[in-house]
């Protein structure tokens, strides 16, 4: 069993919102593994981060991906931080990952003011810029294919992902 396809990309990016949507055209289950961390750990990943440390949701996180990868047969959307693991990268080469491009002020008009969003503790917009240079060339590495989605709503993002792998 292997997921359909597997979205990566920053916060902001729409990898849920494109998963439900490329979920619902072909008739399978989406899931995203934040959810699969606090199902699991039964907290917000926002408290996980703060009681327990980034370290600990990384390991959780890796964890989740990891199941989610052998168990999961419909559209996949990772946590942006989830491709910062070099055995998740592992895992993700034998599987078909697109990556969600966000330009760095729609990425911003996108998460706000970053409530419930723990890497975004401080300047909102200089955290994300940082993340987005630090992470863009991995995602980059770990993608079968890259879509731009700035400018752009799910729907036309789900549907270009749906012309590129021909289904």
Do not use: C
């Not at 907290?43 to 990868?69: K, M, P």
């Not at 911003?108 to 810029?129: A, D, F, H």
């Not at 770990?142 to 036309?156: C, I, K, L, Q």
């Amino acid at each position: 069993m292997s997921p359909r396809v597997v979205l990566i990309g920053p916060m902001g990016a729409g990898k849920t919102t494109v998963a439900e949507l490329l979920a619902a055209a072909w008739g399978v289950a989406a899931r995203d593994t934040d959810t699969d961390v606090e199902t699991t750990d039964g907290r917000e990943i926002s408290e996980i981060f703060v009681d327990s440390g980034e370290g600990h949701f990384r390991t959780l996180e890796a964890a989740a991906v990891a199941a989610a990868l052998a168990e999961h047969d419909g559209v996949l959307s990772l946590g942006g931080g989830a491709v910062l693991d070099p055995d998740t990268r592992e895992l993700l080469a034998a599987h078909t990952v697109v990556f969600l491009r966000v330009g760095l002020s729609e990425a911003v008009k996108r998460v706000g003011l970053g409530v419930g969003r723990p890497m975004l503790l401080g300047n909102v917009r200089s955290r994300i810029k940082t993340l987005l240079d630090e992470r863009a060339p991995i995602y980059e590495a770990a993608a079968t294919y890259a879509v731009d989605t700035d400018g752009r709503s799910p729907a036309e993002v789900a549907a270009e992902i749906q012309e590129k792998l021909d289904v």
